[in-house]
Structures are given as C-alpha cells and as structure tokens.
C-alpha cells in the first residue's frame, strides 16, 4: 500500500548545479501536483500534470523550471542553475481524477549551497 | 488572488485540552476548503468541506466550514501528545486552470504532558 514517494529526500546543490527531484505517484493515480515550501512559508502550487500533459503551469518560475510527467516512470521536477533562493521543501501530490483531495509525499528538502 | 488565513500560528496545550484552530480565506470562485495535518513528512488528508454548516468528524477531529462568514474551524478535543504538528488549511478556487490547492501558513500546535 505504497503511497506517494519521491526522492531523494534531501539533496545538496551547489549554486548553477541542476537539481532532478522525482515522484512517484500513489497506485492508479495519474494526476500529480508540485507545491514549493519556502522557510516560514505556506506550501505553494507550482505545476499540475497528468501523464504526458502539462495541464497548469502557472506557479511555475517561468526560468530555469520545468517539470514532466512521462507515460512511464516518475514526474520529474527540474531545476537548473539553482540558486540559494531555490532552496526549499518541495512537495509532489497525486490523486486518481482531477480532483482537490490530493495525497502528499514525504518532500524533497533542496538546500543549495 | 486567493488568499488563506490561519489563527493562531502557534498554540501550546497540555494534554486533554480542547482547541480550535481558525481559518478565514479569500477566494473568487469557492469550491472547498481542505485541511491537512502535517508532522515532518508528508501532509496527510483531514477533511474536504464544501457546504456550509455540515459538520465533519473523525474521532476527536472535527470541523465545520461558514461559506457567508468565509472561515473554517478545526476542532480537537482531548488532546494528545500525538497531536502535535502543524494544521494547514487550503481551498480551491473552481475558476483556476486545475485543482490547486491555496494553502495558509499553517497553526503549529505543540501538546505537552
């Protein structure tokens, strides 16, 4: 009874690295949903796919963000060029339909050096 | 802009304890408000609320939503040590290009023994 996952967990950048965060939605769920926490922040919507589709990108970083969600494997989250600001708690959610009750990974904390 | 409201950010109970955690938004096109619970990983489903007035409940949890006053209050009765985390509350806005979720900063509850 798997849930979300995504990992890693924690990762290390330096400042102009790429940053590659992975999610793996719950079982029969192909809807997936980022959100970015900032320190001292509330969780923030970035981006909504469904495999293959971009359906919303609106609170994506129009530079330097993308994310995809490909027929097979994990919704990947891409940041290049990371910077100290991109440092942040990253959350994947999924759910079955487009649907608002959405189930939540453990996050990828990125702290970028 | 959608916008979410969380009162207090912090509260200190001792086990037993009865408390309510607030919750006021700003939303132009109102579809439901969800609150989730979240420890150092993953936040975990809660409620959906849609109409107003129904009460939902699960165990010592429960929560109640006012569409005309536009606030939401979640409620736990005695509580735990186990009940320490942070409650976020999140709504949707049905005009928005998908079922993204508009957080608030979240209620930090702390339960001591």
């Known amino acids: 009874n798997a849930g979300v996952m995504q990992n890693p967990r924690h990762l290390v950048r330096r400042r102009g690295q790429e940053a590659r965060l992975r999610c793996s939605p719950m079982?029969?769920?192909?809807?997936v949903y980022w959100y970015r926490q900032l320190p001292e922040e509330g969780l923030k919507f970035m981006v909504y796919l469904q495999k293959e589709n971009i359906i919303d990108e609106s609170g994506m970083p129009k530079e330097r963000f993308s994310a995809e969600f490909p027929k097979e494997g994990p919704s990947i989250l891409r940041i290049q060029q990371v910077v100290r600001g991109d440092s942040a708690a990253y959350f994947c959610?999924?759910?079955?339909?487009?649907?608002?009750?959405?189930?939540f990974g453990p996050g990828t904390r990125l702290l970028v050096l | 802009e959608d916008k979410v409201v969380q009162s207090p950010l912090s509260l200190v109970v001792h086990e037993g304890d009865t408390v309510t955690l607030n919750c006021s938004y700003e939303v132009t096109n109102f579809r439901s408000l969800l609150w989730y619970k979240q420890e150092k990983k993953a936040p975990t489903f809660l409620f959906m609320l849609?109409?107003?007035?129904i009460e939902k409940k699960s165990g010592r949890l429960s929560s109640i939503l006012d569409k005309k006053e536009l606030f939401s209050i979640l409620n736990i009765t005695a509580t735990q040590t186990g009940d320490s985390a942070v409650y976020l509350c999140?709504?949707?806005?049905?005009?928005?290009?998908?079922?993204?979720?508009?957080f608030g900063k979240g209620t930090k509850l702390s339960v001591i023994p």
């Open positions: 849609t109409s107003s007035g």
């Open positions: 999140a709504v949707v806005d049905s005009g928005a290009g998908s079922y993204q979720l508009t």
């Open positions: 959610a999924s759910s079955w339909d487009m649907q608002e009750t959405q189930y």
């Open positions: 079982k029969g769920h192909s809807h």
